[in-house]
């Protein structure tokens, strides 16, 4: 599970009720229990319009983006947003998996 991350919807806002060792380890931190709306990163614009796109759509998304952290290391990741519901009608929860290489500058 090093590349997974389980989210709840609640009341507009993405809450990160599980996050993977990887995906913990690249950001530096666990913010297992945080919101992605609390969160700081460069691209979390781009991650909140996904989700919310997702909700809207109920679809889900894969995609590819580059990183760079505030240490000066930078790469690549792919990955998977897949919506999930406990009514079969409404997004209540997010599997999102990623898989991320670092480049060497």
């Not at 290391?73 to 009608?89: A, I, Q, T, Y």
Request: net charge negative; hydrophobic share 40%.
């Amino acid at each position: 599970l090093p590349f997974v991350m389980l989210l709840e919807v609640t009341e507009g806002r993405f809450r990160y009720r599980l996050v993977g060792t990887q995906v913990a380890r690249d950001a530096g931190h666990d913010f297992t229990g945080r919101t992605l709306n609390d969160l700081q990163f460069a691209n979390r614009d781009f991650y909140l319009a996904c989700y919310k796109d997702i909700v809207a759509q109920r679809t889900p998304i894969f995609g590819l983006d580059h990183w760079v952290y505030d240490d000066g290391r930078n790469g690549v990741f792919e990955f998977g947003m897949l919506p999930l519901s406990g009514d079969g009608k409404s997004v209540s929860h997010f599997l999102t998996v990623e898989d991320s290489a670092e480049r060497a500058d």
